[in-house]
């Protein structure tokens, strides 16, 4: 079977049309399939592999049995289009859009600001869409539960959930701050009038959602459906054949023909192994349309579910019977439904099968635990018969493999009722609370004799322990039969340990914790059923405390900011809240990326062959098996390089290319052109590389520091005297903290589309990037050619967050020279994998630190010392390190001062730029110095903060003069908006309490430099023209990436030319109409851009000066028409010279900021000590930036970058092999905030009556600065984790490194469970992974 048969035609429709396929591939996805040939591009690529919810559509089928339609939502990168005959797809371009009307679900996320960079937006849209569908009337578990598979890098969810909750019935009601605070029970919030208080939108002002309005269902499928009998379906792709049987005989037949072939149900196990492994079915069998696998039959001992049913399908079978029969019949299912709960997503569960799940047996699947405890079994059918297997530890024979012959089929599968006397839980502990495959899964079991706590059988499976799924069989032997109590338990723990021990250097990692998981776990269960046995008065002793979930409700929260004067003229938008610009585009999908320009006659795709050693000499490279593929067209080598072979950052060279060394795994060594990706990738993959191992490659900082592998220049800055000043102080304390790197996860992955002109050398480039003229100029040195021949268009960008800049521009000089050199248009999109690998992040810093301070908690004296993990090549890592140095006084005057800060060399890929610039990890270090302070004294850290902070005229360490009001008023009214000393004391009530949770909460200040510390970046200019009929084009040198500079920028423009925003239109930012500009950085771009935009409106508004005097009655349009006739210029453009800001390190002293942000957020957590799960109950921050030109985009900006720093402080962690190989590629290994992690109540509030002179309107920069607020989480967990451990017996200073996973936490509240875990000897064997 192979390409150019006849296959058969695939018919479908989308967004009520119908589509007629007639040479489905196997192979293509729904996603590139809209993408690519529907042009429908509103559905985004993000991930690839299910974990990011950016490509999300909503999936009909008519049922004929019951004549009914169902809607679900699903993830169309995973969804094969041959499995789609006879369904109906709706994308976000289906629902709503501007030439039509706007859906309310595209309507209410954006209005609600919701949307920023936007790539998210259309993915938010639909897992929305498709719950209203299936209930018009959700709660906010509804909601929350269908966007928990849906990740946003820049809102922080806290808007994306405010835009739907006005869909809940429960809507309505503000119940900030608690209960007790409700509006509707008539009591106001805080001491303003509740209707004086400006709203960030008016939840008035919406369309009503009207569910008559949705598109039908195609009548024409119904019919289809209802009148032909199904046949079979057979596809042929190039590579790939699919056949879709309709009866089981078939299936079987089929199945004993081909019993390799496996097959596909929601192709959520076997489309990520193609992708991602490059596994090749060259047959599939779909057996979707066999109706014997979905069939569910009751009998007197259970339930029969067919295999073929997808798990939301199982979940509501379940649901339905629970009430249908007594409790104790039902622990199994409830037990397998709170656990398909948390399973995936609600795209994964809508389309992944009972049968799939059981079969891709993984070792932490959630349900093979719980299904075998529960004595389950399947039913299987082959060409031999039928038989039924339990599913038991022998069941489950290794990873991905169980006991079933290749030719047996899952037909259903049998869920027993549960007895008098039995009890049932599944539990499962993943690194982030929701959408995350688990570390360690359980499901247990327990029977009792009548009306006695002996137990009568027992069963316990655990997950994550081992390749495949684990009976705990000892330790059930250990306690059958004998009373559940704590002698029975505590022998069982002992037998747990030693039955499921695993090799210190085990897949996975996380050794110590996940056996003390299995203990932990073990626990709950024991406790859970204590309580039962106490409800049913079979026990009558007193029984530990009970432990309740972790509390998961979303609150409204608080968003205050100070409304315009009175007299402020209605069109002047500056100080309101204004949407995004481009929100509802966004929202529409109508919004172009650069991955959605259309496809050049001829173009090519590029895809980067990386470096698979971390150091070695490259002894060959053959590239002629890769030229022989269909559709290869070139590859490129730095020898086809044609000007400058490297890029130049920081003094140093790096090579585009690697020519004859590589220094690590990820280093690109070529590029493969073809006609497709798909070809470009296979291309890629054929080309072979031999190398030659160096020795001793560097990883980890120790080692770097160990050999002075170093990034010059290394920086110092100190103040007084510290060496004597540690001579006079009560208490010295030395300590260190690592913190981990970070993924920038832009939701849009590196993307540029290089355009040869066809003459004279020029170039058009499309791109992703924050620095369109770095682009410019990396393009014209790689080609040779001079700058005016490269222009750089950036319509928007899909997030950056620091990672568009340098990296970016390697990857443009590398695409250019595909295009130069064969004369077509080249697009590179990096998958989500390949970005993660190549393209670095946030550097991993090592902070070491002395501290000397009195007995009453005023430091006197700290040394610092800062080492940041820079990779192989420079980038700008020492600017990082240098600028941990510059903020390491942060809020405190501490008056003998040190630090260091170095950049290390070391054979990972390289790091660069991320949002915060090396503060988040330096302030980090310097904070947890405070805590250490506050623990050796035994106060509250809150109080050593206050003490040391900075007050009255002040002088930063580099002699820098400022005044510290503004961060004091921050602090005072964090304090007084938290109810921090209250609270505080209710914690301490609540740890008093509980043993097996505790609160913890903290408060934590920044001061944040504003403005490039080199001071010729501080520069911006803007073109604005007017148009004869009055309509305004602004273009300046900012990009657009979701942190609304083009918003705001509409908004001064609007008010220095006196007309409403609406006339005033942003088209791209290109280098051919603002030349030179500087990067969107440093929290900058609204600063200096402004200032242009002003400037160039300005100019325009004085040269229609005369003719508004002539004409005082006449309208902007009439001015603007008399000008042209008048023959008066009505194009300008504006120019800002920014602050000379330096700093001289020989003097140490200078200026580096322009001004400085202040902000103090207060975080309360609540921790399971048994596993390290948090939960953030309540954040609230409080942000000086002076007067916001936008409240809404500032509050974006406040709250996006909170959660990127909660993130990186709590759950954010990359993991390397020990040969310095990123594991962490994709959405499912590395966990990025999602919705499960919004603090349950965010508020924000803006500091009223602040102004800031150095900036345009009084405004302050705040991209950057919050997310250093993030740590206020981490320092809540670490109070809650001290008061665990003073459980134990335990005072004083711990360490705790960053990001405080579950793992670190639960490790370091040495609960008894971790602390019967022996530890391994460090250096006694080689870890799974690297602390880099
Ligand atoms: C992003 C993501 C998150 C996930 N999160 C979780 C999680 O938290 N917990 C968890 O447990 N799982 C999780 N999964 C795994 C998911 O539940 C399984 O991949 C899924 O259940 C497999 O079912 P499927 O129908 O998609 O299988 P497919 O990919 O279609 O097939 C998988 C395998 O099962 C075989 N197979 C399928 N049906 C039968 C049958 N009836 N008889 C015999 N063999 C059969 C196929 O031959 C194939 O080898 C996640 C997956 C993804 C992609
Ligand atoms: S692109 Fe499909 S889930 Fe990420
Ligand atoms: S707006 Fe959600 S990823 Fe940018």
């Known amino acids: 079977m192979s390409a150019g048969k006849q296959g058969d035609a695939l018919c479908f429709f989308i967004n009520g049309k119908k589509v007629t396929e007639n040479h489905a591939d196997p192979e293509t996805m729904l996603l590139a399939f809209l993408r690519q040939k529907m042009k429908l591009t ?7 592999g299910g974990g990011c919810g950016a490509c999300t559509v909503m999936v009909s089928r008519y049922q004929p049995a019951t004549k009914s339609i169902i809607h679900y939502s699903a993830n169309a990168c995973l969804l094969p289009l041959c499995q789609l005959h006879g369904a109906a797809v709706t994308t976000v371009e289906g629902i709503g859009s501007t030439k039509t009307r706007i859906h309310p679900v595209q309507e209410r996320i954006a209005k609600a600001h919701g949307s920023q960079c936007g790539f998210c937006t259309p993915g938010m849209v639909m897992s929305t869409y498709a719950l209203l569908r299936n209930k018009p009337q959700p709660t906010m578990d509804d909601i929350t539960q269908a966007l928990a598979g849906n990740l946003c890098r820049c809102t ?97 037949q089929l199945k004993a023909k081909h019993p390799k072939a496996p097959l596909v149900m929601g192709n959520t196990n076997i489309g990520p192994d193609m992708k991602f492994k490059g596994i090749l079915h060259p047959l599939i069998i779909s057996p979707t349309r066999v109706k014997g696998l979905f069939e569910v039959s009751q009998t ?164 994550g322990m081992g390749p495949t799924t684990v009976s705990a069989a000892k330790t059930c032997q250990a306690i059958i039969r004998r009373p559940w109590d704590d002698e029975t338990l505590g022998q069982a723990y002992d037998i747990l340990l030693e039955e499921l021990a695993l090799p210190p250097s085990a897949p996975g990692g996380k050794v110590e914790f996940r056996r003390s998981l299995t203990l932990s776990l073990l626990f709950k269960f024991y406790l859970e059923v204590l309580h039962k046995l106490k409800a049913m008065n079979v026990i009558t002793d007193e029984v530990p405390e009970k432990i309740q ?96 072979k490297v890029r130049t950052f920081c003094g140093y060279n790096e090579e585009l290319l690697a020519e004859s060394e590589v220094s690590c795994i990820g280093q690109m060594i070529c590029a493969v052109v073809a006609d497709t990706k798909a070809h470009a990738k296979r291309g890629a993959a054929a080309v072979k590389i031999s190398y030659e191992d160096l020795p001793d490659p560097i990883f980890t900082i120790e080692e770097a520091v160990e050999k002075s592998s170093y990034f010059e220049p290394r920086r110092l800055l100190q103040r007084g005297d510290v060496t004597e000043a540690f001579k006079t102080v009560d208490k010295v304390y030395e300590g260190e903290i690592r913190i981990g790197g970070q993924e920038h996860f832009y939701m849009e992955t590196q993307s540029m589309l290089v355009v040869p002109v066809g003459e004279e050398m020029e170039f058009n480039v499309y791109i992703s990037t924050q620095w369109p003229t770095l682009i410019q100029d990396a393009v014209a040195e790689t080609l040779n050619i001079a700058s005016n021949r490269v222009t750089c268009h950036v319509k928007r960008v899909g997030g950056a967050f620091g990672g568009k800049v340098t990296r970016t521009s390697v990857l443009a000089s590398i695409t250019s020279v595909a295009a130069w050199k064969t004369n077509r248009a080249v697009r590179c999109v990096l998958e989500r994998g390949e970005d993660m690998l190549i393209t670095g992040g946030r550097h991993p810093t090592l902070g070491k630190y002395k501290v000397g301070f009195m007995n009453d908690g005023k430091i006197v004296a700290a040394d610092f010392q800062f080492f940041a993990n820079s990779g192989n090549t420079v980038d700008e890592s020492p600017l990082v390190a240098e600028k941990m140095v510059l903020h390491m006084d942060t809020a405190y005057n501490i008056p003998n001062l040190r630090g260091r800060g170095t950049a290390c060399k070391t054979n990972l890929p390289s790091n660069t730029a991320f949002r915060g610039f090396g503060v988040p990890q330096g302030l980090l270090i310097v904070e947890n110095m405070i805590n250490d302070v506050a623990m050796v004294l035994g106060c509250p850290a809150d109080k050593i903060r206050e003490m040391n902070m900075y007050r009255g005229p002040s002088t930063t360490h580099y002699k820098f003069e400022f005044n510290p009001e503004n961060l004091l008023r921050c602090w005072e009214e964090c304090k007084r908006r938290s109810d921090y000393s209250a609270r505080r004391g209710a914690i301490e009530q609540f740890n008093e309490q509980n043993r097996w949770k505790k609160r913890g909460i903290s408060i934590i200040p920044i001061k944040y430099g504003i403005a490039f510390s080199d001071g010729f970046l501080n520069q911006a200019a803007a073109l604005v023209h007017i148009y004869k009929d009055g309509s305004v084009l602004v273009s300046h040198g900012g990009t657009e990436m979701g942190q609304g500079v083009h918003t705001k920028m509409q908004q001064i423009a609007s008010r220095e030319l006196h007309i409403p925003p609406s006339k005033i239109y942003i088209s791209e930012t290109s280098t051919n109409t603002v030349p030179n500009t500087c990067p969107s950085a440093a929290s900058f771009g609204t600063d200096a851009n402004g200032m242009a935009v002003k400037d160039a409106c300005q100019i325009l508004y004085q040269r229609l000066e005369p003719i508004r005097k002539k004409n005082p009655k006449g309208t902007w349009e009439s001015w603007a028409n008399k000008a042209f006739m008048e023959k008066i210029s009505l194009s300008a453009t504006g120019f800002y010279k920014g602050p000379d800001l330096y700093v001289d390190w020989d003097k140490m002293e200078g200026q580096p900021y322009a001004y400085y942000t202040y902000g103090v957020s207060c975080s309360e957590v609540e921790l399971d000590c048994l596993t390290g799960e948090y939960r953030t109950l309540r954040t609230d921050i409080v942000v000086d930036i002076g007067k916001s030109v936008n409240p809404s985009v500032d509050m974006g900006q406040i709250e996006g970058a909170f959660m990127q720093g909660l993130g990186l402080y709590t759950l954010e962690e990359l993991k390397f092999s020990p040969f310095g190989l990123l594991y962490t590629r994709g959405p499912s290994q590395y966990k990025v905030p999602a919705v499960c992690d919004v603090p349950l109540q965010f508020n924000v509030y803006l500091l009223p009556d602040s102004d800031n002179p150095y900036a345009i309107y009084s405004s302050k920069g705040i991209g950057e600065p919050t997310l250093f607020l993030g740590s206020s989480v981490f320092f809540a967990i670490k109070d809650a984790v001290a008061a665990a451990r003073s459980d134990s017996g335990l005072k004083g200073p711990f360490s705790l490194n960053s990001p405080a996973t579950p793992e670190r936490a639960c490790l370091a509240s040495a609960s008894p469970f971790t602390q019967k875990v022996p530890a391994s000897k460090p250096g006694s064997f080689k870890p799974w992974a690297l602390d880099i």
């Open 156 to 252: 922080g969810y806290r808007p994306i959930v405010e835009g739907c909750r006005t869909f809940c019935q429960e809507a309505n009601c503000c119940q900030a701050n608690g209960a007790a605070n409700c509006c509707l029970n008539g009591e106001k919030n805080g001491d303003e009038p509740e209707q004086e208080k400006p709203q960030l939108f008016d939840k008035l002002d919406l369309l009503p959602l009207d569910p008559t309005q949705e598109l039908i269902f195609p009548p024409e499928l119904i019919l289809m459906a209802d009148t032909t009998s199904p046949q079979t379906l057979t596809f042929h792709g190039e590579r790939v054949t699919w056949v879709s049987p309709v009866s089981l005989e078939e299936l079987i």
């Open 549 to 644: 979930p972790l509390p998961r409700d979303i609150q409204p929260g608080l968003q205050e900011f100070q409304p315009v004067s009175k007299d402020q003229s209605n069109h002047d938008a500056v100080g309101r809240p204004m949407m995004h610009r481009s929100a509802i585009s966004q929202a529409t999908g109508e919004a172009v990326y650069c991955d959605d320009l259309p496809k050049i006659e001829g173009e090519l795709f590029l895809m980067v062959v990386t470096s698979s050693r971390p150091h070695a000499k490259i002894t060959g490279l053959d590239v002629s098996e890769a030229l022989q593929l269909p559709g290869v067209v070139d590859v490129i080598t730095t020898k086809d390089i044609p000007g400058k």
């Open 300 to 463: 007197p001992q259970g339930v029969w579910v067919g295999a073929g049913c997808s798990l939301s399908e199982l979940h509501s079978v379940l649901e339905k019977l629970v009430p249908q029969f007594p409790e104790e019949k039902t622990e199994v299912f409830r037990a397998l439904n709170r656990q398909l709960g948390n399973l995936g997503s609600v795209q994964i569960r809508n389309v992944a099968s009972l049968g799939g799940n059981i079969v891709s047996a993984y070792p932490n699947s959630d349900l093979n635990p719980i299904l075998a405890a529960g004595n389950c079994k399947v039913s299987v059918i082959s060409s031999g018969g039928r038989r039924e297997v339990p599913l038991n530890q022998d069941f489950f024979v290794g990873f991905g493999k169980v006991i079933l012959q290749p030719e047996e089929i899952v037909l259903s599968v049998f869920i027993p009722f549960s007895r008098k006397g039995e009890f049932v839980q599944a539990l499962r502990h993943a690194p982030r609370k929701e959408a995350s495959f688990a570390t360690v899964t359980a499901g247990m079991r327990v029977m009792f004799s009548e009306s006695s706590r002996v137990v009568q059988d027992v069963s316990i499976y655990y997950g």
């Open 42 to 48: 509103g559905t985004k690529y993000g991930c690839g």
